[in-house]
């Protein structure tokens, strides 16, 4: 025996067999959308797109710090290895940009920000920059420059951080990976 025709919501004239997969009502094949989880209604789909970015300003903070923090230990560790352990930095640096994702995605409860991945990326390069120059830093103040002297190196330190052809590796890969990660 046939099942009872249904008729879309919208259109009260036109046979249908499809459902709403998220309210269960019927709608016919131009009421409803076709989504990566079936079929939804237009009404549906709004209120889930409303839903969709929900994080709050104090996520944006959150990402910024558990990426910053990360990835200063990201950066000494890409700056150690250096331009030395040139195919260990190539592996390296997508490894380390995954777990930073990671992290970050987690220190959000996994909730989605249409910026959360700037701010991560941001943050890679700002906290892989402190990284890099953690350890020629400390070797300085090794030295027994005094602080003048410390001060005054910076800049040396800073370029030859920048310059270090591991930390670039980082910066390009662990960016790459994160922006991929996180977007959406
Ligand atoms: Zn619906
Ligand atoms: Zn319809």
């Known amino acids: 025996m046939a099942e009872t025709p249904l008729y879309c919501t919208n259109h009260p004239q036109t046979e249908t067999l499809l459902r709403c997969n998220k309210c269960g009502r019927p709608f016919c094949i131009k009421c409803l959308e076709r989504t990566p989880v079936g079929y939804r209604c237009k009404e549906c789909l709004s209120i889930q797109r ?3 970015y929900t994080a709050t300003p104090v996520d944006y903070v959150i990402v ?11 950066g000494a ?4 290895l ?19 994702s990671e992290a970050v995605h987690w220190s959000i409860q996994r909730r989605r920000g249409r910026y959360v991945w700037l701010v991560a990326c941001a943050s890679v390069v700002v906290g892989g920059l402190i990284g ?5 830093l400390v070797a300085l103040l090794g030295r027994g420059l005094g602080l003048l002297g410390v001060l005054l190196s910076l800049p040396v330190v800073a370029v030859a951080a920048v310059f270090n052809l ?4 980082y910066i390009v890969l662990a960016v790459g990976t994160v922006y991929a990660r996180l977007r959406n």
């Open 82 to 100: 250096g331009g030395i352990f040139l195919l260990l930095s190539i592996f390296y640096a997508p490894f380390a940009g995954g777990i930073i």
């Open 77 to 80: 560790i890409a700056a150690l």
């Open 132 to 136: 890099a120059g953690f350890f020629p």
């Open 166 to 169: 591991g930390f670039l590796i």
């Open 64 to 74: 910024a710090l558990v990426g910053v923090v990360a990835s200063v230990i990201g």
């Open 50 to 52: 409303a839903g969709y």
